[in-house]
């Protein structure tokens, strides 16, 4: 990973280490990928304040998430199907947060299953739930995040119908997977990546496989996933969903201050601001400009988390000054995957750890736990342009 200096370098790296139809399915947002593109673009838009002649020796980059002590403001996202980007991704990516110290969020959709993880890792992370209509299933795979030692269950409600993302249409992985020869060829290139997937522990939905009777092949269970998403679940069934855990919950996907008001009256311990990184309601708004106000609403009343968009430390620190308390990433760390297993997702966390400390300097703190929204420019030039006549 020497030659890799930012995370548009594992970018471009895993697009020549992955197969095309993985690789795109990660980068992909949903139809017209409008709202993938302002979660970047709404996010630079944020100018931060410089400030000199201000001590920075010493800084601190830790903070605390769910009360726990973290060194960094930072999470991995679920990311479904990281064990495609590379055999036992899920693993890899797990390992490589528990090395920085950071909580890994584990998909429902994932390739390692909860116990391959789990026995992997050794340490507790955080699981996601998507929430089907077979509640004894649920059940049972909210019992098994449990006996992993799961620390949180992230519960995304932010899909319940799933957006397109038109090239998994062109490339064959719609639901079901569809593998053409032109995939096919494709991962016939790639050597490295092929043998990694042919040694891994996994190559099919691990956490659906052996526990859903008759759906042993990729196909099926993807069809299977397709029509057993819960499109009836409502704010009611968050009692439920704590009844069978009784851990820190985490609910993923919120992006209106209505819901987050729901989402504290629910008594979820944390709402992540998210849009899902633009792969579900393509036209939402990004989720950095919808963060504020839900901060302002909630702020005092539950911990909120951020995703969406970031791809430099840059961005984690706008993120925090706007008021989240950290920030979950998800494209960096599975291009990290793609590009060098272990090691590449490590390299994904070093990076933004490494701008977020810089920039935490130049903007004048020492803290993480200190920033806040005066690190935010004013852009007092572009208001005086803004501004009505009569002021
Ligand atoms: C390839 C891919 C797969 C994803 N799979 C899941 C998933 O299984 N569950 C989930 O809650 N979110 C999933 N997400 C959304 C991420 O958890 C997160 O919200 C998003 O990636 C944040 O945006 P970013 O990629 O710009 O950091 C996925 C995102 C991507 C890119």
Redesign the pocket.
């Known amino acids: 990973m020497k030659n890799v200096a930012c995370i548009a370098d594992l970018h471009r790296l895993a697009s020549r280490k992955v197969p095309r139809a993985f690789f795109d399915?990660?980068?992909?947002g949903s139809y017209e990928e409008e709202t993938?593109r302002a979660?970047?673009d709404d996010l630079r838009k944020v100018k931060l304040r410089q400030r000199v002649l201000v001590d920075m020796s010493g800084r601190d980059l830790s903070t605390t998430i769910l009360g726990e002590k973290v060194p960094l403001p930072i999470a991995l996202?679920?990311?479904?199907?990281?064990g495609l980007q590379h055999g036992n991704g899920e693993i890899l990516a797990a390992q490589a947060a528990n090395d920085a110290g950071i909580p890994y969020?584990l998909?429902?959709?994932?390739i390692c299953s909860i116990e391959q993880v789990a026995e992997a890792t050794g340490k507790p992370f955080w699981f996601?739930l998507?929430m089907m209509r077979d509640r004894s299933f649920i059940a049972e795979l909210i019992g098994r995040a449990r006996a992993a030692n799961c620390s949180a269950l992230?519960l995304?409600v932010?899909?319940q119908v799933l957006g397109q993302r038109h090239c998994d249409v062109r490339n064959g992985l719609s639901v079901p997977p569809e593998f053409r020869l032109g995939n096919i060829l494709n991962m016939a290139t790639k050597p490295a990546w092929l043998l990694s997937v042919l040694k891994s522990k996994s190559r099919t939905f691990g956490n659906l496989a052996g526990h859903v009777k008759g759906m042993e092949d990729v196909k099926s269970l993807a069809q299977w996933t397709a029509t057993q998403f819960d499109q009836g679940l409502s704010w009611d069934d968050i009692a439920w969903v704590k009844s069978q855990w009784p851990g820190k919950l985490i609910l993923?996907?919120i992006l209106d201050v209505q819901d987050a008001r729901l989402a504290v009256k629910s008594g979820a311990d944390a709402i992540?601001v998210?849009?899902?990184?633009?792969?579900q309601l393509d036209g939402a708004a990004s989720?950095i400009s919808i963060l504020p106000d839900i901060v302002d609403a909630v702020g005092s009343e539950i911990e909120i988390m951020f995703?969406?968009?970031?791809?430099t430390g840059m961005d984690v620190m706008r993120a925090l000054a706007l008021g989240a308390k950290s920030c979950?990433?998800?494209?960096?760390y599975?291009w990290g995957v793609g590009a060098g297993g272990k090691a590449g997702a490590a390299k994904a966390i070093d990076i933004l750890a490494k701008e977020l400390d810089v920039t935490l300097a130049l903007c004048g703190y020492k803290r993480v736990a200190d920033i806040n929204r005066e690190a935010v420019a004013v852009a007092t030039s572009a208001m005086k342009v803004t501004a009505p006549a009569h002021c």
């Open positions: 399915y990660v980068c992909a993938l979660n970047i996202a679920p990311v479904a199907l990281t969020t998909s429902t959709m994932s996601q998507y992230v995304t932010d899909l993923k996907g992540v998210s849009n899902h990184g633009g792969r989720s995703d969406g968009g970031i791809r979950l990433v998800g494209r960096p599975a």
